[in-house]
């Protein structure tokens, strides 16, 4: 059994970016990340500090750009056009979901394309659906594959089981497994016998959310599990969807939560950033 | 076992055509489908004189742009600027795969998203990948969907079993298959143990083009089969990928090939032409 770290991963990523950083300067390019927050969620802000304090120990500068919940679509629009022709700007992060109030597709497809480090745009969206790998990708399954590849796991004629139907996770990382020549299914809240499906796979990544849902009968002694869910067990503890304590020591390997996927996302949005700003 | 005939669901679509044409006519709006070709390859002038006949029937307008084999990216893009800015045309088909030394990149996102009747702009792929099937759909797998919902197939958390990866084929049709709530699960040439994994379906799409390809071991009796193949056998006739007289009889459901899926596209196509023009 191993456990797939994604700080070792991580750290991979980041001393690339530092170097990729440190040409830019020396071009007098300076990677900065914009960063939209509505209203002031805890969790976002969790979020916002940890990048924060990434983009600090890279040398990427960032600023918030803090609205109130009640802000219009259009006010919106507006602010993210200012921030498309502000030319000191590589990328722009808008935090989602989000309020019900503003329509988000008219948001996502307002961050211009080619400061979309976290691939919102349909553009951006479309180019992973068509095979094409070479663009902004959405953060998180962009981490889940960063940890498969980091590992030496092998794909290429394997069966991957992905729990998650999202246009954010299960589809585009389905993508993304295909290029890898993987035999991908997508399952969802409708799969019939999931335990089936789940036990017959060689790779397992899931993204439900729900804590410890998966035990140790959905697995077998080759499984390789990506655990992307990330929600509070009874005890209020932070959980992925695998029931870690009673299936890591039965597989052949498995992402920590935390310590797994998560870890890896944001080095995965800071490395977009300063793609955006080559 | 039932035999799922293309030629029933494309009645009912021309129907409902006929009555849209009339519709708009007393606006006094005109569909007009823009068919551009290059070159003189046999199979598009028998797929180009079956549209146009079928264009005549439903009281649509056709018009054939052929171009020399030759013609640079630049001039056809010309063309296509040119067509999309024609009033009079309410949707553009460009016949593929189109010669090497144009972009097809290129191609595909110089026709007018509204006027994309066989879906190839990145933006209207986009959107079915994002779950939006409001849109221009690519015509083949939008006419096995049609099928499957002709014939009250039921799809929710069934397991349906898709054998293709392209852009145009296997991947929306997953997108459509998952939007029916089945289980989804895409196959390629790097697939082990394929026929397990047919075995396993509810449902199978296959769309690889080899002939008589996939006999009786590779179903059950309640497998329904959409075959999307087409291709010569070894006696030069036309024939899908499932040797159809030797399964036909043991499995619950299957569309002929010819008289399947192949004869539902035209038909599709020129239902979002009268949509185009709407």
């Known amino acids: 059994m191993k456990i797939l770290k994604g700080k070792d991963v991580a750290h991979t990523i980041?001393?690339?970016?530092?170097?990729?950083?440190?040409?830019?300067?020396?071009?007098?390019k300076h990677p900065k990340l914009a960063?939209?927050?509505?209203?002031?969620n805890p969790d976002d802000i969790y979020y916002e500090n940890s990048i924060i304090k990434n983009c600090k120990d890279l040398g990427i500068v960032s600023e918030v750009f803090e609205k109130d919940l009640s802000i219009s679509t259009e006010n919106l629009v507006d602010l993210l056009t200012e921030l498309n022709n502000?030319?000191?700007?590589?990328?722009?992060?808008?935090?989602?979901?989000?309020?019900?109030?503003?329509?988000?597709?008219?948001?996502?497809?307002?961050?211009?394309p080619g400061k979309d480090v976290d691939?919102?745009?349909?553009?951006?969206?479309?180019?992973?659906?068509?095979?094409?790998?070479?663009?902004?990708?959405?953060c998180t399954p962009k981490a889940a594959m960063e940890i498969l590849k980091y590992y030496e796991i092998p794909m290429e004629g394997k069966n991957a089981v992905i729990i998650n139907r999202s246009t954010v996770v299960g589809k585009p990382l389905a993508m993304m497994l295909l290029e890898e020549n993987a035999t991908?299914?997508?399952?969802?809240?409708?799969?019939r016998d999931l335990e089936k499906v789940a036990?017959?796979?060689?790779?397992?990544?899931?993204?439900?959310?729900?804590?410890?849902?998966?035990?140790?009968?959905?697995?077998h002694k080759e499984s390789i599990i990506i655990d992307i869910g990330m929600s509070p067990d009874s005890q209020g503890k932070m959980s992925g969807d695998i029931d870690y304590d009673k299936v890591y020591q039965d597989v052949a390997g498995i992402t920590p939560v935390p310590g797994g996927v998560g870890s890896v996302t944001t080095s995965i949005l800071l490395k977009q950033v300063v793609e955006a700003c080559k």
Chains 1, 2 share one sequence.
Not at 14 to 28: A, F, P, S, Y
Not at 119 to 138: Q, R, V, W, Y
Not at 184 to 191: G, M, Q
């Open 14 to 28: 980041r001393e690339q970016i530092k170097k990729d950083v440190e040409g830019l300067k020396n071009q007098g």
């Open 86 to 112: 502000e030319e000191s700007i590589s990328g722009i992060l808008v935090f989602r979901p989000l309020p019900k109030h503003i329509d988000e597709n008219i948001i996502r497809n307002s961050v211009s």
């Open 119 to 138: 691939c919102m745009n349909s553009l951006n969206l479309g180019k992973i659906f068509e095979g094409d790998m070479t663009g902004f990708a959405p």
């Open 184 to 191: 991908v299914t997508i399952c969802h809240s409708r799969t």
């Open 199 to 219: 036990k017959e796979a060689d790779i397992v990544l899931t993204a439900l959310g729900r804590a410890k849902m998966f035990g140790p009968e959905y697995f």
């Open 35 to 40: 960063i939209v927050r509505l209203g002031s």
